[in-house]
């Protein structure tokens, strides 16, 4: 049972819109940054989503984070097949003194 | 870049110790983690070692066995292993965390991990 809530499952069709929801609580999500990442089969992960809503370079605009109180969302425009992955949230968490990931959520573009 | 290397097959009740070698930066001006993901399964963090080497945090399903350490003259992480159960079957990657100074970011920087199995 992760400490973040993901749900296992999202899908879409090639450039819908999808969103990703990660919920927490006062220790993690309330009082941290959420960060979020892909990551593709057989690769290791990748971050998209820094400091809540904040992209790293070359992670295209279609990808954009958002936070309210302990929860959080991932919100992917323009979906593309190889936008096909597993989509992990994560913050630190306060209580545990430790860095806490969401169990995963795999997308599924139709 | 980041490089693990020292996994493999090992019973359970044995030692193991993984390392990570860093290059392409400097290693003593970031805190690095380290995070592992059973067959399957999601991410699962382990442990931190700060940039200034003040600090050190351990999952609680690996506290008392594995301890973090880091060789900035090497710019290389470690993580000594020991007590290992089946439960420590995973892929071991270490992370670098993306803002110099920062402890408890996101980390921009993954190695391609490597694999430890707990079997007998």
């Known amino acids: 049972q992760s400490v973040l809530t993901q749900p296992p499952s999202a899908s879409g069709t090639p450039g819908q819109r999808v969103t990703i929801s990660c919920s927490g609580s006062s220790s993690n999500i309330g009082s941290n940054y959420v960060y979020w990442y892909q990551q593709l089969p057989g690769t290791a992960p990748k971050l998209l989503i820094y400091?809540?809503?904040q992209r790293p370079s070359g992670v295209p605009d279609r990808f954009s984070g958002s936070k309210s109180g302990i929860s959080a969302s991932l919100a992917i425009s323009g979906l593309r097949s190889q936008d096909e992955a597993d989509y992990y949230c994560a913050t630190w968490d306060d209580s545990l003194s430790g860095v806490v990931f969401g169990g995963g959520t795999k997308l599924t573009v139709l | 870049q980041l490089v693990e290397s020292g996994g493999g097959v090992v019973q359970p009740g044995r030692s193991l110790r993984l390392s990570c070698a860093a290059s392409?930066?400097?290693?003593?001006?970031?805190?690095m983690h380290w995070v592992r993901q059973a067959p399957g399964k999601g991410l699962d963090w382990v442990a931190v070692f700060s940039y200034d080497g003040n600090n050190k945090y351990y999952a609680d399903s690996v506290k008392g066995r594995f301890t973090v350490s880091r060789d900035n003259s090497k710019s290389t992480l470690y993580l000594q292993m020991n007590s290992l159960t089946a439960e420590d079957t995973a892929v071991y990657y270490c992370?670098?965390?993306?803002?110099?100074?920062?402890?408890?970011?996101?980390?921009?920087?993954w190695g391609q991990g490597t694999m430890v199995t707990v079997s007998s």
């Open positions: 400091w809540n809503n």
């Open positions: 992370a670098r965390v993306a803002v110099a100074g920062d402890n408890m970011g996101g980390f921009d920087i």
């Open positions: 392409g930066f400097t290693f003593s001006s970031y805190a």
